[in-house]
Every structure is written in C-alpha cells, then in structure tokens.
C-alpha cells in the first residue's frame, strides 16, 4: 500500500510495512533510540525490535496517560542521558502515543518520535494528526501539544492479539470516516468488514490525514472528526470510563444522526443507513433516558464548548458534514430519546 502523506507544522508519512524491522532501521538511521510501550504490548512483541534499544515500560490503558505516569517516565529518559538527537518510538494503543508523544513535545523542549500504533483506533485515529495529550483528574486530555510524528508505522499484525472488543470499538471511528467522508467506507462494512479491514484501515487513515493537512489546529474543518464525540465524549465520562471511547461514539453517532435528520436535512433513507452499518459492526445502541439531564450538563462543560453553546457536526447527507446550533434542549432531549434512549 502507498504511503499516506500528512501535512501540519511538518510534513510526515505513514508508512504501511510488512517488515517492521527493516522500515523501523531505515528511519532510526543510527540514531539513539527509546522505545515506550506498555508492558503488555511490549512483552508480546519484543522481538520485533532491536534488543540494544532502550525500553521503557509505562503502565497499561489510560492510567499511562497521568502526570504521575509522564513523570516518571521523563525521570527515566533524563536518568538516560539521551540527547537532544534522540527518537522516541510510542509502541501502543491510542493511549501510548499520547504519552510518548507528548513526552517528545516536552523533553528537552521537544525532541523527534515515531508512532507505532497497535489498536485500531491508535491507527486509525489518535496516532494521526499530531495532537499528544494527558489527562488530570479534572478530565481527560486537558493537558497536551501537537507534536506530530516523524512518521507513522502501520503494521496490521498487530491487531491479531487485540480484543475482540477495542477491535469494535475501533470500528466506531472508521464508520465515522464513512460518515463524514469517504462513503465507500460504508459499502465495505456493509460487506464483510473483517475481509475488508485492510482497506477499511487504509481509507479511514487517508480521510483523516486529509483533513489534517487541511486544518491542522482545529479551527473549523477539523472539527468534522468531532462527529458523534459531543455526545460520545459526555457518554464516556457519564459511564466512568466503562464503556471504550468508539463504544461511547457509536451512540453519539446515532444521536448525531437524529439531529441531523431533524436539522440538517439528512434523510431517513441515510439515517436508516447509518444506523445499520453501526447495527452491523454490533456496536451499543442504547443508553439508559435517565441519564440525559447529567449527559446534557457534561456536554455543557466540555472544554470545546464556547460560551456554553452546544453545537454540533451534523450531516445533509452521507458524506457531506454541516453543523447544526441553536436547539433547544427539549429538542436535544426528544432526538436522544428517540435515537438511543432506553
Ligand atoms: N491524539 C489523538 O488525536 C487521539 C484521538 C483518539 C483517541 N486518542 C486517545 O487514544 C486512547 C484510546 O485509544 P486505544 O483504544 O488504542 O487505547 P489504549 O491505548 O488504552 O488501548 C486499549 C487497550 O488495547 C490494548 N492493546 C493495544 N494494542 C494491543 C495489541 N496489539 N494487542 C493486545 N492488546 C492491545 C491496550 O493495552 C489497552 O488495554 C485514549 O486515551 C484517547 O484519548 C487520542
């Protein structure tokens, strides 16, 4: 597959290799190397890296991404004495190139890295676009740079030992490309989605390196990534972290869908197909009515929202993002209970 270009405050590629080993040397050229990766991943695959590499082992998920976590890391990179010319190399999920990346904004007034995403969601999303973050107890990702990567490393194997779970989960934002984008994406779901990843990883990462390179500090288009995530982001937190991020965006995305049919011009006949890709990947769909009045207060305080006005990424079509503002909350209240609301 051709390698994927991103344009932002540098210009990098993502790389899809099937030979690990080789296209890795070939970017470290001699350099001194520190590989970050959680435990988990990394005892699985240490042999895929060079033994006389640094390693440093973080925690697992998003404990990882605490400030107690980045400090300790950065004590053992500074214990390290590496340069100024050193490479660190992020080996994980989305979590890990956060930290690892916000760690190469940071030491030494910020150094070079590579990601090397191993979920789905990791290749697909958090390991593009450069944005690197932690999170404080006041919320998550509150603290963080762009910082974009010297390149990216895609190699599928990995996702052989992901969970059937953050495989689905990482689902969640591929359909969000078909969505938003590159509607092809949806007849591939549509398909047999396992026999199609590989394009599906391809097409999803070009949507939104696209996107990106158009807008790399989210002032206005890249805010197209964010559908679904108003509420999906409010759903995460209202579950306390139980349910997975793409978990969580599935049923933004069906809520999204709602309103853009009511405000946006979507029609039912693309409503219908949205929600049956979703049904398709087997994603939740439902999330207890009660609980609208607490996810309306958590969108509210979203950092994203200015001024306290809710406004969101919505379609006219499938492929075609809009926005949508000032509704009314009893409106917001009638398209979750009609969208996911049980
Ligand atoms: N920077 C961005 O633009 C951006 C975008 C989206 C998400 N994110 C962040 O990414 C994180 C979510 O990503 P994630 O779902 O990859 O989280 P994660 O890194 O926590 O990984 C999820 C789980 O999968 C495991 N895992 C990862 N790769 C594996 C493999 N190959 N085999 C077996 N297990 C594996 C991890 O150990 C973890 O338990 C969140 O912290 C989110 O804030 C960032």
Known sequence: MKPITVNSERSYQVIFTDNLNRDLSALIQGRDVVIVSPK???????????????????????EQK????????SEELAASKLDRNCLIVAVGGGATTDLAGFLAASYLRGVEWLAIP??????????IGGKTGLNLSAGKNLIGAFHSPSAVLIDQRFLSSLSERDLKSGMAEVAKCGFIDDTQILNLIGENWRDNLSELIYRSIAVKAKVVSDDFKESNLREILNYGHTLGHAIEKHSKYFLRHGEAVALGLRFAAQLSF??????????????????????????????WPELLEIMRSDKKVRGGRLRFVTLSALGVPTRAENITDQQLEKAFLESIGE
Request: aromatic share 8%; hydrophobic share 40%; no cysteine.
């Open 40 to 62: 988990s991943i990394v005892a699985g695959y240490r042999a895929s890296f060079p033994a006389e590499h640094l390693l440093i082992e973080v925690a697992d998920g998003e």
């Open 118 to 127: 191993t979920s789905l969601a990791g290749m697909v999303d958090a390991a």
């Open 262 to 291: 009511e405000f946006s011009g979507l029609s039912s006949h693309h409503l219908d197909k949205q929600n049956q890709v979703l049904d398709t990947l087997e994603l939740n769909a439902k999330y207890p009515k009660g609980s």
């Open 66 to 73: 605490s400030i107690q976590s980045f400090g300790k890391v």
